[in-house]
């Protein structure tokens, strides 16, 4: 996300058009400013009402971010969310075997 954002900067920057007058400053002018930020804010708008569904879709399948440890990266790249040992398992999610 900050490297789309990033991008995006950079392109509205030098879409701006360069002035042969050097008396003007190298800075972008308040209305460019305005326009930048005009466009960063429905981009982020856009984005949050694409993702949203996605992290609705992530908190219901983790019910409750306390019960985790913090990420973890193995040596071989793998990484691991482990649950805290003092969680309580709900009754439904305990593995139940039939014979």
């Given amino acids: 996300m900050k490297r ?10 030098t879409a701006s ?7 003007k400053s190298p800075l972008p ?20 009402e694409k993702m949203s569904p996605m992290v609705e879709q992530l908190r219901e399948m983790v019910d409750d971010m306390s019960a985790y440890e913090a990420p973890e990266m193995l040596p071989n ?11 309580e398992t709900a009754e439904d999610e305990a593995p139940s075997i039939e014979l």
């Fill in 17 to 23: 058009p360069l002035s042969a007058d050097d008396s």
């Fill in 77 to 87: 790249g793998d990484i691991i969310i482990r649950r805290k040992p003092d969680a």
């Fill in 4 to 13: 789309s954002l990033a991008i995006l900067t950079a392109l509205m920057l």
């Fill in 29 to 48: 002018s308040d209305e460019e400013m305005q326009q930048l930020g005009d466009i960063a804010q429905r981009w982020m708008r856009s984005f949050a």
